[in-house]
């Protein structure tokens, strides 16, 4: 009887779901609205019913699910499976998810932040996989990352490390939601690059962005910038092109902190590809001390995948193989 462990992604917008075997290989993405207004209660049901829903669409009896691995977003507990806080969950403070997922499905579960098992996914599976010191970015909505030392995930004393998207880049930058002013977050992340070429357009800019929102700059999205400037649109390449310098100067920092041999780039963001990429690496061989510049600065491979399969490949690791955790733990 074949035996399998789930891997889960709950975003602020869709819940993602993926099996995976012993072997390693998965099997039935399925992916739902999160209904994430409905409160915390209905979610959790929702995570439920999607992990019975998946086993009956892939015939999966009870007996042969051994564990689930859930990606939450925010600040996590995983050693007791808390939801600590979660500013894209509304009403999502101190939630025991573990447990209450443990208790509708049956089998055990584990948690961790969802940029840190994307970072799984990209490390164990994807373009870190054969490279022991990597860092994993998560560029989407925010930014964050998972820092693997020596094949094991840096997670800090109170799981609170890679939050790389709250280092400062600019002195006297906008304020950002954690409080900070002139954050990594406010320029390279979805939304800091749709603000930067909303600034360009009321500052008079011409850009073939405008018409792709339809002539309403309020509903200008990164997408848009990435395809204006994919179609050679100037006021969308500087955009992009300053994006990748805010970004170089904090990679270039982590890289001079740190020494990793690769940083892994994902999320909505990396749909500028190498426009994006090419100038970042630019920028951090240009400010890194050598040795450190020399860094390799890579795409992301599995997409809207990485978090359910990293989610996955650590509930394989922990359930079907008996691996402890590969975390620095205090
Ligand atoms: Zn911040």
Not at 28 to 53: C, D, H, M, Q, Y
Not at 88 to 110: E, F, H, K
Not at 124 to 133: K, N, S, T, V
Not at 246 to 265: D, F, T, W
């Amino acid at each position: 009887m074949t035996q399998y462990v789930a891997g889960i992604d709950l975003g602020g917008t869709n819940i993602s779901a993926i099996f995976m075997d012993a072997e390693g290989q998965t099997h039935g993405w399925v992916t739902w609205p999160t209904e994430a207004a409905r409160g915390p209660a209905e979610v959790i049901n929702r995570i439920i019913s999607l992990t019975k829903f998946l086993m009956d669409k892939n015939s999966i009896t009870a007996q042969q699910l051994r564990g689930i691995g859930l990606g939450v977003p925010g600040l996590v507990n995983s050693r007791e499976g808390r939801s600590v806080f979660s500013p894209n969950l509304p009403g999502w403070r101190d939630i025991p998810v573990a447990g209450l997922v443990a208790a509708g499905t049956g089998v055990p579960v584990l948690i961790d932040n969802d940029v840190r098992m994307a970072a799984w996914g990209e490390k164990l599976l994807g373009a870190g996989r054969d490279r022991e010191d990597v860092i994993c970015l998560t560029l989407g909505t925010g930014i964050g990352a998972g820092i693997f030392i020596q094949d094991k995930l840096y997670t800090g004393r109170d799981e609170s490390a890679g939050e790389i998207g709250h280092v400062t880049v600019e002195k006297d930058g906008p304020r950002c939601s954690c409080g900070n002013y002139g954050c990594l977050e406010m320029y390279a992340s979805g939304r800091g690059i749709a603000r930067r070429m909303r600034a360009a357009i009321a500052a008079g800019a011409a850009s073939l962005v405008l018409d792709l929102a339809h002539g309403d700059a309020g509903s200008i999205t990164a997408a848009m910038v990435c395809q204006a400037a994919a179609r050679g649109d100037q006021a969308a390449e500087q955009v992009i092109k300053e994006t990748a310098v805010y970004l170089g100067i904090a990679l270039a920092g982590l890289a001079n902190i740190l020494n990793p041999q690769r940083i892994v780039l994902g999320g909505g963001v990396m749909g500028a590809g190498e426009l994006l990429l090419a100038p970042v690496r630019r920028v951090v061989r240009e400010r890194a001390m050598p040795l450190n510049r020399e860094v390799e600065i890579v795409a992301a491979e599995l997409g809207d995948l990485a978090g359910a399969t990293g989610a996955a490949a650590i509930a394989r690791k922990e359930f079907m193989l008996g691996e402890e955790r590969a975390t620095w733990t205090w």
